[in-house]
């Protein structure tokens, strides 16, 4: 499983993921599936074209016809190498194109694609789903939102922190209550009430990234610390895009050694 956030601000697009892979069984009679292995160094953010202000994240399936999907965002970053984009949106459409060619019928997965348009003073986020090989159109979100923090993959820590709820209540409201007026109505008083009024529009970037750093720590240690098993952890990587300074690696986990291996870590860049 994954934890995937993205905080835009005023002066950027903070995006942080964890490191966790986690290897399934068959469901059993109760519709359950039992973990068999827990990986800890998986590739979840990237830079999606090298020098561009644009990036992007993933959740769900973490691999794709034998291949990761970090071989596959840099594969599709190499095939657009040569070419010139004025806007997000290109990019993602051309993204799409792409993995449409490379997605298995069973692949259900996410991708959030965040950056800067050409000649655009505020940054832009764009959600691909993708469920059992069916790619739904690229849909902008939070496009008019000054404030904004996201949050995919294994969602349950972090929308009881931030919204004082998970989706749960949902379905004990449904069992419980019946009225989908009633429910309606006491979902919203809950969001109004309940939620968290964590950060303004107008604060700095190294402040969003502390932020980001401590929602994706919130994450992990909540699913280390609850009964099963930890479906989200390892290393957290961060990156910050940022209309003048582009995509830059706040912190990164590596497999190799970085002093053994400077001239792979420039051309990684």
């Not at 019928?105 to 965040?114: D, K, N, R």
């Not at 059992?132 to 690229?138: D, T």
Request: include cysteine; aromatic fraction near 10%.
């Amino acid at each position: 499983m994954t934890i995937a956030i993205a905080l835009k601000i005023n002066d950027g697009i903070v995006l942080a993921t964890d490191s966790a892979s986690t290897i399934v069984g068959e469901e059993n009679e109760d519709g359950v599936r039992s973990v068999y292995y827990n990986y800890f160094t998986a590739d979840k953010l990237f830079n999606l074209k090298k020098g561009s202000p644009v990036g992007a994240m993933t959740w769900g399936n973490g691999s794709v016809n034998n291949e990761s999907i970090s071989t596959l965002a840099k594969d599709f970053r190499e095939e657009i190498e040569e070419k010139e984009y004025t806007s997000v949106e290109a990019i993602v459409k051309d993204f799409k194109s792409f993995l449409k060619n490379k997605i298995a019928p069973e692949t259900s997965l996410g991708f959030l694609v965040a950056g800067y348009s050409e000649g655009k003073d505020h940054p832009e986020m764009f959600l691909i789903n993708i469920n059992e090989g069916n790619i739904e159109e690229p849909e902008e979100i939070n496009a008019d939102d000054p404030l904004s923090i996201s949050w995919f993959g294994e969602t349950i820590f972090l929308s009881r922190l931030l919204l004082g709820l998970d989706e749960r209540l949902i379905e004990i409201l449904e069992d419980n209550v019946g009225n989908k007026e009633t429910i309606d109505n006491i979902l919203k008083y809950c969001n109004e009430k309940l939620q968290l009024p964590f950060g303004v529009p107008a604060m700095p970037i190294q402040d969003a990234i502390d932020l980001v750093k401590f929602l994706a720590d919130f994450s992990v240690n909540s699913s280390r610390f609850v009964p099963g098993a930890q479906v989200i952890g390892g290393p957290i990587d961060i990156a910050v895009i940022t209309k003048h300074e582009g995509f830059k690696w706040i912190q990164r986990k590596h497999y190799y050694d970085r002093d053994l291996n400077l001239t792979t870590i420039v051309e990684d860049e």
